[in-house]
């Protein structure tokens, strides 16, 4: 009991929470504005990963520097995905559910594409990023410097978010999109642009939660699709749509991951994720956040 009232659990729980909020919010992005179910979401996250890595392992740069390279590197494959794949199935795909699926189908492709290239290119081998690994302690906390940075970054990149959201004319495109597509449109919202630019940035996104995620576990070609199935989860417990509320739900998943680790093993760790994921589909579809589809 001792131990599952630790601020060590705490501290824990709140850096992977952050992270699960930062994929969330990228993919609810992507699927609030043009309903496109992304499963390759943590491959892009990979891609990241490995970005963070190569630019330290061959020229030093540092993954607070390549954060910036891995955002624009995930929002141009994100421009090129939209405009090579989605664009057309949007316009031609008719009623939403036809589309959903399509786009469940061609996400998949994608991301089979892009672990294969990326095990081809990198090999399949497990990697680490030595970043700020030093250990501080504050009480019978430890904290590590690189947990600490993705801790404020992640919290700082979701801030970010909200605000340009709710400040930024863009932002207040998105939000009407996501509410109602057909009076955006009436209101002389530009539509296409819109949904490059949901794509570019729910895309970055995932490039930034990537670099962060590399300084904190072994990245492979083949790490994205748990972090597929937390998005997922968040987007789902927080009401597809409505983003403060995926926010919360990425908090909430990783509370729920850490101390549920704590009272089973670490091998439940997958067990629970997916748990949670039947179990909020079963008893509350429309999430436990959610009602009907909103932004706040």
Known sequence: MDAFLSGQ???????IGSVYALIGLGLNLVYGTMRLLNIAHGDLMMLGAYTSFWLLSLVGLSPILSLLIAALGASAIGAAAYFGLFRRQIEISGPVEKLEANS?????????VV????????????????????VFRVGEISMTANRLLTLGVALALCAATVIFLRANIYGLAIKALIQNRDAAKIVG???ERVQLLSFMLGFGLAGLAGVLL???EQISPFMGFPFTIAAFVVIITGGLG???????AGFLLGFIEIYGVVLTSQNARSII???VFVAILLLRPQG?????????
Do not use: C, E, H, W
């Not at 294969?116 to 990198?122: E, I, K, Q, T």
């Open 288 to 296: 436990l956040l959610g009602g009907r589809r909103v932004v706040r």
């Open 9 to 15: 659990l705490l501290f824990s729980a709140l850096v």
């Open 104 to 112: 469940l189908l061609l996400f998949f492709g994608l991301s089979v």
């Open 242 to 248: 409505n983003l403060t509320g995926g926010i919360i």
């Open 115 to 134: 672990q294969n290239l990326a095990a081809l290119a990198f090999t399949a081998s497990p990697r680490a990023v030595p970043y700020l690994d030093q």
């Open 273 to 275: 994720l997916y748990g």
């Open 214 to 216: 590399s300084m904190t």
């Open 189 to 191: 919202v530009k539509v």
